[in-house]
């Protein structure tokens, strides 16, 4: 009995970690927010991503998203080919980088970062990631020791 007991409270506890982890497409062009990253409408899952999500924006979009404010944290981002991602002046995207999903974070377009970019310590960032973050913003990485800050 007891041994039961164990075994369906490890499997809820499984079952619950997985289905907390979600992946959101960005899909964008909803009228009149066609770029705008905190319009839920404009994400496959119909929700603005959340520090569960591992955010993908593809190539074949007409609109690519547009931070305008500080988002919600993210888990994980892959930007594919030929893609941009806009993070304004005043706004903040935060990638957590916990699951080690896309190594937290993979850019083979470009994010326009006027802002502040937050990367989590478990991410890949070496100088062929820099080269794919242009713009006056700033890029922190985070790390158990210490926050490193990159200048843009």
């Known amino acids: 009995m007891k041994t039961s007991i164990i075994f369906i ?25 066609t770029t705008d990253w905190n319009c839920a409408a404009n994400w496959s899952n119909g929700r603005i991503p959340d520090e569960f ?5 593809p190539s074949y979009v007409s609109y690519y998203p547009v931070i305008q404010h500080t988002a919600a944290p993210i888990d994980a981002l892959l930007l594919e080919d030929g893609t941009l991602l806009t993070i304004q002046d005043g706004a903040k995207l935060t990638i ?21 970019l937050d990367i989590g310590e478990n991410a ?28 843009r």
């Open 9 to 33: 409270l490890l499997y809820l506890v499984f079952s619950f970690s997985l289905s907390a982890q979600t992946t959101a497409t960005w899909q964008g062009g909803k009228p009149g927010r």
């Open 96 to 116: 957590l980088c916990e699951t080690g999903i896309f190594d937290g974070v993979i850019v083979l377009g470009q994010i326009r970062n006027n802002g502040i």
């Open 124 to 151: 890949v960032m070496d100088a062929a990631f820099l080269q794919q973050v242009k713009g006056n913003g700033i890029v922190i990485r985070a790390s158990a020791s210490s926050d490193t800050l990159v200048r």
């Open 53 to 57: 999500t591992q955010v993908i924006i």
